[in-house]
DNA sequence: TAAAATTTTTAGGTTAATCTAAATAAATAA
DNA sequence: TTATTTATTTAGATTAACCTAAAAATTTTA
């Protein structure tokens, strides 16, 4: 079942998409215990899997030196988000899910096979640009538009900004946003910066007068 | 992951299913070799699975005497059937599949465990009654409405009806159904049963007047 | 009803993905 | 730069789902 060209297994797909979100922040290449952490296995797992992967020439492995994906490896991991982030908003924008309940629903719904299906869920959808997270959506060849975002904790009294996107994507994270009326869309200017501990006051959407702690400030995301 | 009350692995899903469309017919205990074949395994491979199965309490399983499946067993089936007609309508109404290209697709979506997610998509599809191929789907509650069809092959000159359903839900039959205009909803009158081949003359929606084969009458369901 | 054919089960293996425990390599600290 | 700690890999098992070949039960046929 798992063996034309473009067939990975569901675990195999799982690893390839935790190496390359490792590897976004990272920039290095992924250790060994980084992986394991992610897809909840031990290390000797995921050493067996790494093994693996370097023979299906999806990942770059060196005994001790960690691993980077190849282009076939990004080619595969970039497809899974694609469908992972189409398939969170048909749930929001078309089954009425809220942002913070989709990510396993997705993560289901992200190893479904079939060309065909994502392009045309995508069409159905409209072609949209990002996930109701912010994320960026790669399109059918693989291609993502990042934006230039900010991290509200990196701003400056005066500043203002959109927010286009988190860092964080936990539910209880969401649902926080969403009581404090942080969601995605919301315009905010930072009014004072509290030295003591870092907080952050700012206004949103001209009205409502907020302080949010320095930890809520560096996970949400804002173009100026 | 395969462990809470409802969760069933895929492999043991596709056998529920197997076994239900088995007895579906037959309303016999189902055979082990018959399980093989619909499942494309082995008899030794289904004989381990079956006592799997039996320790679970989802089928009856007496050695040497094929299975029934048990309460639990077809709420169990009923809903894979409900989740995979739910999908085909989708694939078709929303994303303008034909109604040969989505078994294959559905084969996997079926498996996407979110009773919240079947409930939503039953809702935004205005909960139909029946598939593409006019299949009953199974409401939450596992309650499926049949319909009292017909074959075409054991009606009599004479007699009318609209087609509603079909026996054979191959790619190439449903593509030849396309082609002659006997598709769902079409209405079709008897003109004549020629009796040299049992090859049937009918009618289809007033106009195009067709001969069809035994074989292909047997396979189209109607309601008079 | 005994022999032959068929069906089903058992026995013993394989593969993918996982694990624990032990061994080895690399990084850090004294 | 040696010793200690940490990270990674290897060795050896386990589990689910499958297989082939042989044995046992059932059914069919003569």
Chains 1, 2 share one sequence.
Do not use: C
């Not at 309940?101 to 994502?118: G, P, Q, T």
Request: glycine share 6%.
């Amino acid at each position: 079942m798992f063996n034309s060209l473009h067939m990975h297994s569901f675990t195999e797909e799982n690893y390839l998409k935790a190496i390359y979100h490792l590897s976004e922040d990272n920039s290095m290449a992924v250790s060994t215990n980084q992986i394991a952490e992610m897809t909840n296995t031990k290390a000797a797992s995921v050493t067996d899997m790494l093994k693996k992967l370097a023979d299906k020439k999806l990942i770059n492995y060196i005994k001790y030196q960690g691993v980077t994906l190849t282009e076939s490896g990004i080619k595969a991991a970039v497809n899974i988000i694609r469908k992972h982030r189409l398939w969170e908003v048909f749930l929001v924008e078309k089954l009425g899910f809220k942002w913070d309940e989709v990510h396993d629903i997705a993560e289901e719904l992200e190893h479904i096979n079939s060309e065909m299906l994502i392009n045309r869920l995508d069409d159905f959808l409209g072609n949209p640009a990002a996930d109701p997270h912010g994320d960026p959506i790669p399109d059918r060849t693989g291609v993502i538009k990042h934006k230039k975002l900010v991290r509200i904790a990196d701003m400056q009294a005066g500043e203002s900004g959109t927010i286009s996107g988190v860092s964080e994507h936990s539910s209880v994270f969401l649902k926080l946003l969403e009581k404090l009326g942080l969601t995605l869309g919301a315009k905010i200017i930072i009014s004072e910066l509290i030295e003591f501990d870092g907080s952050i006051m700012l206004s949103i959407d001209q009205h409502a007068e907020r302080t949010i702690s320095r930890e809520v400030a560096k996970n949400i995301l804002v173009i100026l």
